[in-house]
Structures are given as structure tokens and as C-alpha cells.
């Protein structure tokens, strides 16, 4: 959607005539809404340094200016467009407009830097990146663009900058994107000029901007067929039994969505190791093939990261993919229908509200059926890990009825993790008081499970497993505070249990699940839920525990740097009752998911040794049955 479009020569009238801001801002009400004042402050300033870059015969004044067009399957916004031609080839020159002043680099983290925004300094994504990420958007998502082989030339304008020969924005780390998105700060006016130029000497009136904005939305071949390469032959994603069946399901209804545009809802209901991602994964690339504008989406960044990187495998670089990796937070302002498929995996984890400050949106299940003309939602009902955990198939269901949507429900049953032992996620309910089952005494003992009463001997058994193939890890509840300093360096150990001690993983990466040398950090829920390893190592900390009748567990044992129980104790004060019982609810489940993340085998340390001798006892039955 283009919010202000011009020529060249009206442009710059606007911007002499000191009217540019409010022409700009009168289009933005009119399509989109109203501005925060910093938003109209940058405008009034980068409008005044787009307007030196531009004042130049070399640039026809008949070039198509757009500013603030919004980007398909996205809310993001491209700050400045000029169209024209070279040599008889449509060209659009794309350009990202920072008001920065200084930045840092950010090892370990692809494409990220650190700079001052919102009031502080945040890690955000590197100028040549965010503007190379768009046009990857455009180019493969705009029907235009692709069948009249229209050039795309992105670069990044930060005009309050002023670049050194050691430059962070200039390190070897970012040269992937600074090749391909030139970086110009203050003083490089000319050099822009020259940049822009050489891709757009005739102007075209506009007319480029009128077939971008009129493009059909639809994924690039180029795209499908880079996903469906990745995919193929990826063993990890092959889907069998009741997988496929509830693929073919999700296919099926999105298909009809696509071709009648009635709304419709899946739940696909499915507990730990059952496939639910899989089955996302290929639906992902599945839909994407067949034509439609399809999303994987979930709370944490974990699971979206480690997936993608488990995609793209070795020999695919195309990162712009990872643009089809969203949160959940990601569609307060989408239209409705906007998608043609939106693909919810760990939908237990969708939040009431979104931002950073849960203050954005009305509901994010609500958002994303309305945003979806097919919303798949993947749910275990007994992986509520924290108080903002929402998710829920009542809260679908509702949402779905208020739509009009035709919902569908299947279940996925088989186990696929733990070594196929249904058995042992029945006794983990059972011996974790989550729910009685059958499996009190017991579970098939193809799976290795064991006590251990040393924490070195748990991390040496783990880091042992580890050898085989990087896929074993340690993971514990989070009964021990994230210490600032360390966050970064995992020499800062933030565990400590007598002589053990160890860091939790560190802050500076979203792929901890697959990096080489994270087994020397200990995982927690949020960066291991919703992934599987080989063998885990828990460590149980002191918030659940066993009385000599039953399990305990005790919120106030819990880091006062979880946010999983933020707000407990106010509502404690407000109804004692229904906070115990939230509380125990999520601590359950917190250790259920992270003692069944192992493929093979789990192996678990208890700080309170009556529930180490508790788990040993009920061992001591299965040996004895």
C-alpha cells in the first residue's frame, strides 16, 4: 500500500514550500492512522536530506517518489522509493532512512546490531539487512515486480552518521548485507546521488509505483521452488502415520479458504514428540508451493529459528526466508483475510495481548483467525508454561464461532519422542500429579531414564551424550537468577549447586538448540520447548518437591528473574487459592515439557531428595513388576 506518492519535481516542491511533513502526514491518517510525534520529527528531517540527495538534473524529475509503503505479508514500511529507468529496464531504488548517530556491533547474532532507540539501547536488525530483507519481501511476494522483471536496488541512508575506517556497521560480519544494501551516512550525499542514478536515469511518471501497488500478492516461483528444495530429502521433516493425515486435513481446508475465501479453523490437538511441528514445517512450504501466502508462527523465537535453520540446511543462504518466520504478536494490525494461511505452532503460548509491554492488540487468537483466511492452530494443553500463556482450544473455538468459521479438530496421538514410549508421558503425568493415568507404576523401559544424585555426574553423562552427534543437552527449571553480567559470557556461571556450577544459556543467541558449543550452558523452558534433542539432563530445582505423600511445589522458590510467574504474588494476595493452584500448574508442566524433550533418554538431578528417593521408588516397582 503506498501511503504518500509523487513525482520527483512535486516532491521537492513539498519539501521547499516546508510542506512535505504535513502532506505526508495527511496521507498517512487517510490509509493508515495517526503518527507518533518522533515519527513526524523524522519525516521533517530526513525529507530535508532526501531533498539534497535528489537535487540533481541527473535524477529525472519525473521519477516516481514513494514514502511509507507498506510491505506484503508484513506491517513493516519501506521510508523511501524512487522509480525509474536505465537502458530500457524498470528500476526502483530502495532506501532506508535512519535519524542514528551511533551504533555497536553484535557478535554471535546474524544481522544484528546495537544502537539507541524507544528511549534506550536495544539490539535491532543492521541498517543494510532490514532494507535488503524488504526488498527480498517485494520481490518474491509482488506478482509485478516478478513477471515485469522490475531491478530492485536497496541501500540504507543514515544522514546524522558519520562512518569511520573501523566502522561497526562496516565489520566483516555484516558484508553479506553491506554488498548487497550500500551503507551512506553524513557527508556521502553525492555518493548517494551517484547510487541512485546509475539505476534510474528516465523517469516513468509514477508508473512503476502503480504496478507495485496494484501487484498481485502471491509467492515467487523462485521461492516455492527454494523451499521445496529444502524440504526435500530433509529427513527430519518426513511426516508418516497420523501426521500426514492431519497435513492432508490442513491442506485440504486451506485449499478451499484459498479458492472460496469462507473462513475456516484447524486445531490440531497433540501432546509432546507428536509431530506438531513437522506437520507445521511442511504445511509452511506445502501452501507456499501451491500458491498462497502462508506463515509459521509462535510466541518464542526459539522454535521459529532453530526450524528455519534446520530448513535452509548447508546449501541454502537465502535468509529472506526467515521473513516467513513470525511471531504471534505480528498481526495487531492486519486486515482481515490478509493471509492466505496462518500456521500456529505451540499455540498454548499465544499471549492475551502483545508488545513488549503486553499493551498492543485486543487478542492474539483473535488477530490471527481474522487475519487468516485458514488459521491452523498446533496445541498440548499441558504445556502452559507461564501466567501469560493464553492459548487454549476454548479461546479458538470462541473466536472461530465469533468469525462464522468452519472448525475442524483433529488429534495427533503417536509418540514420536522418548523412544515411542507412550508409557513414560502417561507415568510422567501420573508421578507429577499433572493427571492420573494408567501408567502409575511404571512405562516400557526402551527409554533410558535415570536419577542421578550428583549434578557433575548428570553434566558429564549429558556432555558424554553430546559426543555422538551435538544433539544432548542440559536443561533446568528456573529456580536461579540470570545474573546481568553474564549473560553474555558463559564463564559467568549463574547455577551453583555445592561444587557444580554452570551458566544458563546465553542472551545472545535464538539457535542455543544447535549451536556447537551450547552444551556448556544450561537450557531453560523458553529456549527448549517446542524442540527435541537425543538425551537431556534436568536438573528439578527447590520450587517442587515431595512431601511423603505427594508433590509440592512452591513459586517462592522460583528466580526472581522468571518472568513465567510474573504477577503471582500480587494475585496470591488478591485469591491465595487460585494462585497455588496456577502456580503448581505451570511448575508441572514446566518440568513434564522439559523431561520430555529427549528423543532417546532423560536423565534427571533432584535438589529435594525425597523426590530423587520418590522417582528411585517408582523405578524400583517397574524393575519389580
Known sequence: ?????STKEEFMNSVENDSITEDIYSCYKKKIGGSSKSQIR?????????????????????????????????????????TGSN???????????????????????????????????????????????????????????????????????LHNYKFNDTDPLMDDIYSEYTDEAPLYGKGDVIKLRNFISKYISKGDNKDILYKINNGKIRPS???????????????????????????????????????????????????????????????LVNLIYDDMISLYVTKNSAPRNVFFEKLKGKDFTQKYIKELFKSSGSFVEAKSNEFDALIVDEAHRLNLKSGLFKNKGENQVKEIINAAKCAIFFIDKHQKVTLSDYGSIDAIEKFANEFNAELEHIKLKSQFRCNGSDGYLSWLDNILEIEQTANYDGFDFEYDFRVI??????????????????NSRLLAGYCWNWKRDGKADSSVHDIEIGDFSMSWNL?????????????????????????????????????????GESIVTDFEKRATTDQSLRGIKKLYKQNSEIAIELADEIIKNTYKTLMTRGMKGCY??????????????????IHNK
Open 221 to 283: 516461483k523462485k521461492l516455492q521452488d527454494t523451499l521445496y528444495d529444502m524440504l526435500k530429502g530433509n529427513d527430519f521433516f518426513v511426516m508418516i502415520d497420523e501426521q500426514k493425515v492431519a497435513f492432508e486435513l490442513a491442506r485440504d481446508m486451506a485449499r478451499k479458504s484459498y479458492c472460496d475465501d469462507k473462513k475456516r479453523v484447524l486445531i490440531v490437538e497433540g501432546g509432546p514428540g507428536t509431530g506438531k511441528s513437522v506437520v507445521a514445517i511442511n504445511l
Open 507 to 547: 542472551n545472545n543467541t535464538d539457535t542455543w538448540a544447535i549451536d556447537e558449543n551450547s552444551v556448556n550452558e544450561v537450557g531453560c523452558i523458553h529456549t527448549s520447548q517446542g524442540l527435541e534433542f537425543d538425551y537431556v539432563g534436568v536438573i528439578l530445582g527447590k520450587d517442587i518437591g515431595y512431601d
Open 453 to 470: 544424585d550428583n549434578p557433575n555426574e548428570l553434566k558429564n553423562l549429558v556432555f558424554e551424550k553430546n559426543k555422538e552427534n551435538n
Open 1 to 5: 500500500m503506498l501511503v504518500y506518492e
Open 87 to 157: 537502458d530500457n529496464h524498470d528500476s526502483v531504488v530502495i532506501i532506508e532512512l535512519k535519524q542514528w548517530d551511533a551504533a555497536k556491533k553484535v557478535e554471535g547474532k546474524d544481522g544484528i546490531v546495537k544502537t539507541y532507540v524507544g528511549g534506550g539501547e536495544r539490539e535491532v536488525t543492521h541498517p543494510s539487512y532490514q532494507v535488503w530483507s524488504y526488498a527480498a519481501l517485494l520481490e518474491n511476494f509482488n506478482q509485478s515486480i516478478q513477471e515485469d522483471l522490475i531491478s530492485l536496488h536497496p541501500c540504507a541512508y
Open 42 to 82: 523524522s519525516w521533517t528531517n530526513s525529507m530535508e536530506y532526501m531533498y539534497k540527495v535528489l537535487n540533481d538534473d541527473k535524477i529525472p524529475n519525473n521519477s516516481g517518489i514513494a514514502i511509507e509503503f507498506t510491505i506484503p505479508t508484513t506491517a513493516k514500511r519501506i521510508d523511501f522509493i524512487i
Open 604 to 621: 534427571i538431578y533432584c535438589e529435594d531428595k525425597k523426590l530423587a528417593e520418590y522417582f528411585k521408588s517408582s523405578l524400583k516397582r
